[in-house]
């Protein structure tokens, strides 16, 4: 599965070293839903990721790809310490040209 240039680093981003990269995939007023809570911004974003990271210590295979509404839509093992793991996740990404605009996981 070939995923988009944005998408591919969010996976394949490793916690502390790749958080300017991270951070870089996303736009300026880029927005992430996560757990019930809102992230603006790629600061914002990165710190949500790093302390994500810390507290799950969670890695995500995407497993396939496709569109809906606008959206690119990956499914993910995510594995980690958390209750259920491993666990199928989805990943809605919006996208403009090579930046995320907006990620919702669920």
């Not at 880029?30 to 790629?42: F, L």
């Not at 497993?63 to 199928?88: C, L, N, Q, W």
């Amino acid at each position: 599965m070939h995923l988009p240039p944005p998408i591919q680093t969010y996976f394949t981003a490793r916690a502390p070293r790749d958080r300017d990269a991270l951070a870089a995939a996303f736009t300026r007023d880029a927005v992430v839903h996560d757990e019930g809570h809102i992230h603006h911004g790629p600061q914002a974003i990165s710190e949500w990721w790093l302390a994500a990271k810390a507290k799950y210590r969670h890695h995500a295979e995407p497993i396939d790809m496709t569109e809906a509404g606008g959206k690119t839509v990956v499914r993910a093992t995510v594995t980690g310490v958390f209750p259920g793991s491993p666990a199928v996740l989805t990943f809605a990404f919006g996208l403009d040209g090579d930046h995320i605009t907006d990620l919702e996981i669920g």
